[in-house]
Structures are given as structure tokens and as C-alpha cells.
């Protein structure tokens, strides 16, 4: 049980180049979020999915996109890297509210992104 | 979405002192979450409160879902509860600003 997973670890950019963060995980949870966190700041929502073929915009969505094509797998789109997208970004997954009432959210190791 | 303010926003303790932290929420907050942040980024869970009280060696936690709030106990500090403390509410998960705890030996 690997729990939340998160590919690639590292990654450096340059302006304008557009890569996918991917976050897998093992537990069958529904829902599924992406988060970037700054020096010094806390964690702030980018988008998050509440199920397969679902997703919602969180409080920064601006210069990303995201799939949930499968359950398992949540993907993070930068289709034109910014230097104001340098973040450590963490993926977490929860069971979801119908599922039983321990409802407690599970973060990846995060993926540290520079844009140069 | 709701609004999540934390404080104080930063601590210092001496190791062995006991602290309080607080999680105040805008509106009504359900899946109410304590999570600390170490050194390293490593974000781990210490507990799934949506209301009640909840004990774990050293910390406990109390939510008052009712008046929107909650509270997380640290008590006899030791130098590895350094780190940032978030708590974090609703479907949508969003977090508080943090509270960053520095104990000293």
C-alpha cells in the first residue's frame, strides 16, 4: 500500500514549456486535490475532484488544468510555465463523505517545480 | 469557500512548556483536520476532528463545530514538534495559514 504517490520528485522548467504533474493513489478514494505552497505560506487549493470524470476549481486555478480520467490518478497541467508557478505542489486524496465516517485526508510527498 | 485563520501565527517554547493552538472557521466546517508540517515538507496527520474531543499521547484536540472553531493542545513541548501546524475543513480542504512552532531545547 503505497497510499499517495507523486511523479515526478524534482522537476526545472523554463518559461513557457508546459509539463503534467501526476498523483496516484491505492487507497480507492474519491476525492482527489492539488495544492502549491510557497516559501514560507501555507497550503493554497489549485483544483480538486470530488470523483472519476469530475474536478472543480479550488482558490488559485489560473495557468493550470486537471484531468480524472481514472480513479487512482489525478493530473496537474501547466500548458505554459510562469516563474510565478515556482511552488512545491502536493497532491492528497480522501475516502469521500458517503464512504464511512472517517473521512481523513492523505498528502503525497510533494514535487518541488522551478520555472526559470 | 470558507475562510480558515489560525493563531497565534508563530511560537516560541521552551521544551517541556505546554501551548494552544486555534483554527477559527468563517462558516460551518465539516472533516476538520489537524495536520504538522516538519522540517523536511512532509505534511502529517495528526487528526481527523469534525467535532468532539480526541487524545493522542501528547496532543489532543477539541472541535466546537457549533461556534466554528478548534483547538489543538501540545503539552510537554519537545524539540521535534517543531515544524508548522495547519488545520483544514470542508469537501474542498482549504487550510489556514499555519502556525509555525519553534521549541527550543
Known amino acids: 500500500n503505497a497510499g499517495v504517490t507523486q511523479t515526478p520528485k524534482f522537476r526545472v522548467l523554463k518559461t513557457g514549456q508546459s509539463m503534467t504533474l501526476l498523483c496516484a493513489q491505492d487507497?480507492?478514494?474519491?476525492?482527489m486535490y492539488w495544492y502549491r505552497q510557497d516559501p514560507g505560506m501555507g497550503l493554497r487549493l489549485i483544483h480538486y475532484s470530488v470523483g472519476e470524470g469530475t474536478t472543480a476549481k479550488g482558490e488559485v486555478p489560473d495557468g493550470y488544468n486537471v484531468s480524472r480520467l481514472k480513479k487512482q490518478n489525478f493530473l496537474l497541467g501547466l500548458e505554459s510555465a510562469a516563474p510565478s508557478q515556482t511552488s512545491v505542489y502536493f497532491c492528497?486524496?480522501?475516502?469521500?463523505?458517503?464512504?464511512?465516517?472517517?473521512?481523513?485526508?492523505?498528502f503525497g510527498p510533494g514535487t518541488r517545480l522551478t520555472v526559470l | 469557500g470558507i475562510q480558515v485563520e489560525q493563531s497565534p501565527p508563530d511560537l516560541i517554547l521552551q521544551e517541556g512548556a505546554n501551548s494552544t493552538l486555534r483554527c477559527n472557521f468563517s462558516d460551518s466546517v465539516n472533516n476538520l483536520q489537524w495536520f504538522h508540517q516538519n522540517p523536511w515538507g512532509q505534511l502529517i496527520n495528526l487528526f481527523y476532528?469534525?467535532?468532539g474531543t480526541k487524545q493522542n499521547g501528547r496532543l489532543s484536540a477539541t472541535t466546537v463545530a457549533t461556534e466554528r472553531y478548534s483547538l489543538l493542545y501540545i503539552s510537554s513541548s519537545q524539540t521535534t514538534d517543531s515544524g508548522v501546524y495547519f488545520c483544514?475543513?470542508?469537501?474542498?480542504?482549504?487550510f489556514g495559514a499555519g502556525t509555525r512552532l519553534t521549541v527550543k531545547p
Open positions: 483544514a475543513g470542508n469537501n474542498d480542504m482549504r
Open positions: 476532528i469534525p467535532s
Open positions: 492528497a486524496s480522501r475516502r469521500g463523505q458517503r464512504l464511512g465516517p472517517t473521512n481523513e485526508q492523505f
Open positions: 487507497m480507492n478514494h474519491e476525492y
